[in-house]
């Protein structure tokens, strides 16, 4: 069964540097997710990406992030200057329209 | 605001017992609704999703219903197996395409 890929599955980075998180959505897909979870918390939305641009983002999402698809198969997520509380599981999912949204394993972002 | 809700947070049932699992929501206007597992450390896999229009979703041991009007839906899970151990998460998808998570209801299956 196709699945969404994410990697890597585990970053370490320094607080202040940048980050950019990889994932490969399923081929025949035309929408493109971010989520992230904090430890112990909800699962939160971050953007989400369709025809090229981003369609929706929330407040969590501001200019510290951004979205790319640099190729047809490729979908990224850039964190620039990162924060300790930046820390958290992401994932990336896909999806049909009106169908239901298909999860990577996650990256886990560690910032020290 | 979209608020989602999970209740329990987390229970214990012996095997063999059927287990029900309740998700609430308190803004009506939903597109659709989907349960998703969580094992620990893994990433989140798509169980059922229920539209707006339906008030169930069948597959194998597990049914979802789904009541709109009343912002709820119940995740049963049947005759269940230390397998089913896991987080089960309930999402609503509203008028764009963000889901809104509750926190999960965290199982465990005694055998």
């Known amino acids: 069964e196709p699945e969404v890929t994410q990697t890597p599955s585990h970053q370490v980075t320094q607080m202040g540097q940048e980050v950019i998180l990889r994932c490969v959505p399923i081929?025949?897909?035309?929408?493109f997710y971010w989520y992230r979870q904090i430890l112990g918390q909800k699962v939160e939305f971050l953007v989400s990406f369709y025809n090229n641009e981003i369609s929706e983002k929330s407040e969590i999402f501001d200019d510290q992030f951004s979205v790319e698809r640099p190729d047809g198969s490729n979908f990224t997520l850039k964190i620039r200057s990162t924060k300790l509380e930046d820390s958290a599981m992401y994932f990336c999912a896909s999806s049909e329209i009106g169908q239901p949204q298909h999860f990577g394993d996650g990256t886990r972002l560690s910032i020290l | 605001k979209q608020e989602v809700t999970q209740i329990p947070a987390a229970l214990s049932v012996p095997e063999g017992e059927n287990l029900v699992l309740n998700c609430s929501f308190t803004?009506?206007?939903?597109?659709?609704l989907q349960w998703f597992r969580q094992d620990p450390g893994k990433g989140l896999t798509s169980l059922l999703l229920?539209?707006?229009?339906?008030r169930e979703q069948t597959s194998g041991r597990l049914n979802a219903s789904l009541d709109k009007s009343s912002g709820r839906s119940t995740l049963y899970i049947a005759a269940s197996q230390p397998g089913d151990s896991a987080t089960y998460l309930c999402?609503?998808?509203?008028?764009?395409?963000?889901?809104?998570f509750g926190k999960g209801n965290q199982v465990v299956v005694i055998p």
């Open positions: 081929s025949n897909h035309l929408y």
């Open positions: 803004d009506s206007a939903i597109y659709n």
């Open positions: 229920i539209q707006s229009s339906q």
């Open positions: 999402a609503v998808r509203q008028g764009n395409n963000r889901l809104a």
